[in-house]
């Protein structure tokens, strides 16, 4: 077996603590090839809110730029780690905005042959906030996310370093070793539900949700979801069609 490929995505507008503990790891896992992308240095339109993407397939997004790169790359990779500083309780704008660049994602999930880690930065509070909001992000794009990361960068002496860098180490190689045994966690039900409610929009609405429609049209079976027993997925179908049952009761 090659090296293992990880993609982590920083979404600092620095090379700052983010920074630092990405490349920490690098240093410290010399067998792994680990990519660092700084989305400051990428080239990334803010989202025109045209839904192109979302209904046309995300080939018709009108801007041109980096986008395709980095997902090309989380492609390639075996493994992504987003990694943000906590600013304001959440995470940055720049990570925000690669999130609403990406959103199609979520409607046609592709990457549920991969894991995923979240690393978030902060002074005191806010990391796991932080953390669970690009978990669910990372979910709904099909992810397993299999570790996380809070550290608290606060006063820089060598207590906290050193506390740090154990955490850091703890989580990484948790992330790897999940990696490396290749053992997908069964998605969870609410993501579950979530991807059979665009199936069924997609059919209810076929011209508007025309990618999505494509997506899930050949697909008798989801493909995610071989460890899923059927009664969880009739639940989940069974949920979905309620749900859109009562959405469109007032419309
Ligand atoms: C605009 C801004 C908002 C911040 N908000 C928070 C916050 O809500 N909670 C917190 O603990 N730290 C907060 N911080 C501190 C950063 O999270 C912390 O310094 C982090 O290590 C910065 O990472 P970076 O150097 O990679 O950008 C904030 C920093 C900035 C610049």
Redesign the pocket.
Known sequence: MGKLKILAI????????????LNLIKENYPDIDLKIIMLKDMNLELCLGCYSCIRLGEENCPLKDDRDTIINEMLDSDGVVFA???????A?SLMKNFIERTGYEGHRPRFYDKFAMTL????????KETNQFMSDILTSYGFDVVSSLE????TKTEKETLYNHKLIVEAFDSFIDKIEKGERTPLPMGQLVRFNLFKLISEHKQDYFKADYQYYKDKSDLPYDGKISSVKKKLAYAQAGKMLNDFMKVR
Do not use: D, E
């Open positions: 920083g979404g600092s507008p620095k090379k700052g603590n983010t920074f630092s503990v943000s500083p906590v600013y304001v309780n959440s940055t978030a930065v902060c002074g005191m509070f806010g990391a550290l608290q960068v606060a």
